[in-house]
């Protein structure tokens, strides 16, 4: 009988420290409630997103340095995410030069670097104010597109956000990218669905 309450106890405290997992250095940033356009053109919102995990990211299609490695890493992002069997992790990729960033010029961007466009959504549909608003409101990130050249200053993080739309974590997305620590994130928060 003292073994078996020891194995009940032991089981006990694992499966609470299981389910007790927090996510290192969160934070608790709500992305305001959005409605854009997507990369074909089709309306594309916030309310789309409700109840999904997704990751975000800031990029731009005629960017000469952070976003064609930043993009990469996203998929690579998506593959490994994959690899693990984690189902239903979406992927938003909304670009910082809207004048610029048509929903065709961001479809021809994106095939660049994937086929499967099915969770991965290029967004643009608003002007540059909007967004630079967006960014800094949203996800506490700095983006600036400056008269004298056609580059855009912005963050090349990746922001992880959970089912509520509030954003639990940020990571590098251009060098030395966490993916274990991502991928170990998202379950945590799959875990609490």
């Not at 109840?51 to 952070?66: L, P, R």
């Not at 643009?124 to 056609?150: L, M, N, R």
């Amino acid at each position: 009988m003292k073994k078996w309450l020891s194995i009940m106890t032991f089981v006990l405290i694992f499966l609470t420290a299981c389910s007790d997992k927090t996510i290192e250095n969160e934070k608790n940033w709500p992305v305001e409630p959005f409605e854009y356009t997507d990369h074909n053109g089709e309306p594309f919102s916030s309310e789309q997103l409700k109840g999904k995990i997704w990751i975000a990211d800031f990029i731009f299609t005629n960017c000469v340095s952070v976003c064609p490695p930043m993009t990469m890493n996203m998929k690579k992002l998506r593959d490994k995410v994959n690899e693990e069997g984690i189902e239903d992790i979406h992927y938003v990729s909304f670009s910082v030069d809207p004048e610029n960033d048509t929903p065709q010029v961001l479809k021809e961007y994106a095939l660049k670097f994937t086929d499967d466009l099915t969770n991965w959504h290029f967004i643009t549909g608003y002007v540059q104010e909007h967004i630079e608003q967006f960014a800094k409101d949203s996800f506490k990130s700095h983006v600036q597109k400056p008269v004298s050249t056609d580059q855009v200053i912005h963050a090349s993080d990746f922001f992880l956000v959970d089912q509520n739309g509030v954003i639990r974590k940020y990571y590098s997305g251009l060098n030395d990218i966490p993916f274990d620590e991502i991928i170990n994130d998202i379950k945590i928060l799959k875990d609490r669905e």
